[in-house]
């Protein structure tokens, strides 16, 4: 008799029902694949979840859905720019493009057109012309949508695109073009970030004059919210100005200012940078002792700094060799397992009939208590992971929309009022940009644990995708107790302390609160929505609320 390995089994039992559904609902089979990429995607399967998003394209192609179709592309397109497959991820982010301009899907298009321009603006492949030609494009569709909050940003892309490709007039020039739409919607953190960015640029045009009342302002408003890293980094680039300006002295002050910073927080990369510059402000001054000094230390860091990028290597190395190691010992052991069962084996053959039919049916049944006991297991998991998002451990879209049905249900049986929030991080994409997508993790995972603990007992937290979360209140909810529980949701997540992902990173979040005795699910969360949108373009960080 041949046995069937459990795991062979699972696949068959689940491929059934998946083609079937493929072929009934492919909308439905689309969003299964679309589910399990994302989960995937969040454990940093990247292949595993690429796999899933190409059979979700696979369903778009064979049912004509051209909105299937598009957003497989994006997200194929997305992994593919994550692992540095550039040209792979341009076809299907172009795809996707198009797809979205013919059904007409406005969000979608400026989406993929975005991604696009952070394809082009990558230093691996530094088109940044066409970057800056795709940037330019997302300006219009951002204005002709009114999305001003949006507009500023893409303003100061331009610049910091046109920075890195070495263009430093026009970099200025976008750059001034932010901060004056920044300062339009009173954005202050903005403000002072685009004064230290173009005071840098007018730094490296020697114009370090111009570039000093910049550091002065930026630095005051930092002082004023005691912000120990954005206040060492504007005084490192002061301290730059006051060289080119001769002021040596005030230079070497600003320096040891951020130096003490950066040593205090170990930071070796701004570490680094702050010794080789006081080493050429020294040189300038003619103290050869402590140019000496300070270059002989610059040295000893640019070998420690290449060090730990070697040991991370070593590390990455060793890692793989243990697993291979591993895997080498697992398959001899199975070896061996398998010669001691077929020796086990002949030695039955040689026993009496009955104690050959009492073994075999011992075997049996612990195989039987075994695959059932597994599929249980496997039962329970599976449910669990239907319901629960693999990254921050809140319900899924599937399972908050389902406690909101119940909620709605019971609302209207009792005539109460039913109440609802949306919430999203402002400025996300930023944060994946310039951070990374593992700092975007670990930023998702601390405002969803930070919002989870300062919800009331009752209240539901659920993230329904990206950087959206969706909160069910308990009821009966007044809109006094809704927009109270928003704000002080709103006040923790500003609180949060994220230095140890970067020194200058806040996080903040804006809300959209919808209170009412109506009972259309999607009614309703289509204006929590609105209030959101209302929110962001107040300023984010804010909450919106609406009694119906």
């Known amino acids: 008799m041949r046995w069937i390995p459990l795991a062979v089994l699972a696949s068959l039992l689940w491929l059934a029902p998946a083609r079937a559904a493929d072929a009934s609902d492919p909308v439905a089979a689309a969003h299964a694949h679309l589910e399990r990429g994302n989960a995937l995607h969040n454990e940093g399967k990247a292949r595993e979840a690429e796999a899933e998003f190409a059979k979700m394209l696979e369903i778009g192609v064979r049912a004509k859905d ?21 040209a792979d991820a341009l076809v299907n982010l172009q795809s996707a493009y198009r797809i979205y301009g013919q059904i007409g899907h406005v969000k979608g298009r ?13 230093s691996k492949v530094g088109q940044y012309d066409r ?20 507009v500023a940003d893409t303003q100061f892309n331009i610049g910091s695109t ?11 020039f976008h750059y001034r073009q932010a901060l004056a739409e920044f300062e339009k919607l009173q954005r202050p953190d903005d403000i002072a970030f685009t004064k230290r960015s173009l005071g840098l640029a007018l730094v490296k045009q020697n114009r370090a004059a111009e570039a000093l009342p910049l550091f002065n302002a930026a630095l005051a408003f930092y002082e004023s919210k005691r912000s120990a890293s954005a206040i060492a980094h504007v005084k490192q680039f002061r301290a730059m100005a006051y060289r080119r300006l001769g002021r040596l002295e005030e230079s070497l002050r600003d ?36 140019a000496y000094v300070f270059r002989t230390r610059h040295a000893a860091l640019q070998r420690q700094l290449a060090e730990a990028r070697r040991d991370e290597l070593t590390s990455r190395l060793h890692v793989e060799f243990d697993a291979e190691k591993k895997e080498q010992e697992n398959r001899a052991l199975a070896r061996e397992n398998t010669l001691r069962a077929a020796a086990l084996e002949q030695a039955q053959r040689n026993q009496k009939l009955q104690w050959a039919v009492l073994a075999l049916t011992a075997f049996l049944a612990t195989a039987l208590a075994l695959l059932f006991w597994r599929q249980l297991v496997n039962t329970r998991r599976m ?44 400025r996300f994409k930023r944060i994946n940009d310039t951070y990374g997508h593992a700092a975007g993790d670990e930023v998702l995972k601390a405002v969803a644990h930070t919002c989870r603990t300062n919800l009331r007992p009752g209240d539901q937290l659920g993230r329904i995708g990206g950087e959206e979360f969706l ?4 009821t009966p909810t007044s809109a006094e107790q809704a927009n109270d529980v928003a704000e002080r949701l709103r006040a923790s997540v500003e609180r949060l302390d994220v230095s140890s992902l970067a020194p ?13 005795n109506e009972y259309d699910m999607t009614a309703a969360i289509a204006a929590a929505d609105s209030l959101l949108y209302r929110a962001k373009e107040s300023g984010r960080n804010r909450v919106e609320m609406a009694v119906a």
């Open 66 to 86: 051209a909105r299937i179709e598009a957003d497989a592309r994006y997200k194929i397109g997305g992994l593919q720019y994550d692992r540095g497959e550039m």
């Open 110 to 122: 400026l989406d993929a057109l975005s991604d696009m321009a952070n394809v082009y603006a990558d």
């Open 131 to 150: 970057a800056i030609e795709y940037y330019r494009q997302l300006l219009k569709g951002y204005a002709e949508h009114g999305q001003p909050n949006d």
């Open 162 to 172: 046109f920075e890195a490709k070495g263009n430093l007039t026009p970099a200025e």
């Open 255 to 290: 320096l040891a200012a951020a130096r003490r910073y950066y040593e205090e927080e170990a930071n070796t990369r701004f570490l680094e940078r702050n010794i080789e510059e006081a080493a050429v402000v020294y040189e300038q001054l003619g103290d050869w002792r402590n």
């Open 383 to 426: 449910r669990a992971m239907a319901m629960t998002d693999e990254l921050t451990r809140l319900p899924n879209r599937r399972h908050i929309f389902t406690l909101l049905e119940i909620l709605f249900a019971d609302a209207k049986r009792h005539d109460r009022p039913v109440a609802l929030i949306v919430l999203d991080i402002d």
């Open 471 to 474: 909160i069910v209140l308990q």
């Open 504 to 516: 200058d990173l806040q996080i903040t979040i804006s809300l959209g609160v919808w209170i009412a």
